[in-house]
């Protein structure tokens, strides 16, 4: 496996970072931008689809220049995930005029070797990632182990079909329906 990205120059001032950091996604005149709708399916807020949709840059960057297979984190694959239904876009405008290159998405086959691989991939994202960048963000690139073991676990559920509460609130719940409960049988 090829070593994480180096270069003498830092990647910001790339001509590749440079072209990536000016991209905006689908048409300007669009009611609906690129980043609010990122933050209306994911349940986002606009500041949170914005760092996301940077983060997406990134990753886009490295994808072009670590010289190694690359991992989006969760929230990224969400970033690109949408960018591909934006086909003209993707297909037209970045990957020709932007990356130099066409970038296609490859999902797991699944398997325990298939695991260890992005496993190992996405922990070498994250080392290259520190060398263009420095230190990820970890609310969005959280590590290797949480990306691929616990992530994967989570489901998307729409708003209007379940009510979700963090556990916290269950806790808190059963808390006060125990002294509910306490106080009613002392009455």
Known sequence: MNA????????????????????EVGPVDADLSFTQRLARE?????????CVFEEYRRFLFLAVTAG??????DAVDQAWHLHLTYTRDYWERLCPDVLGQPLHHGPTKGGRAEGERFFEQYALTLRSYEAAFG???????????QRLNRD???RRVHPS????????????????ALIVLLIWRLL
């Open 68 to 73: 190694h297979p690359v991992t989006p984190s």
């Open 42 to 50: 994911n349940g986002w807020s606009l500041a949170r689809a914005t």
């Open 4 to 23: 994480p990205f180096a270069s003498s120059i830092p990647a910001t001032a790339s001509p590749l970072w440079k072209a990536l950091s000016a991209y």
């Open 152 to 154: 994967p676990e989570a």
């Open 161 to 176: 079909e379940a009510l979700v509460l963090p556990r916290k609130w269950l806790w808190v719940g059963l808390s006060l």
């Open 135 to 145: 230190p990820a963000p970890a609310d969005i690139w959280p590590s290797a182990r």
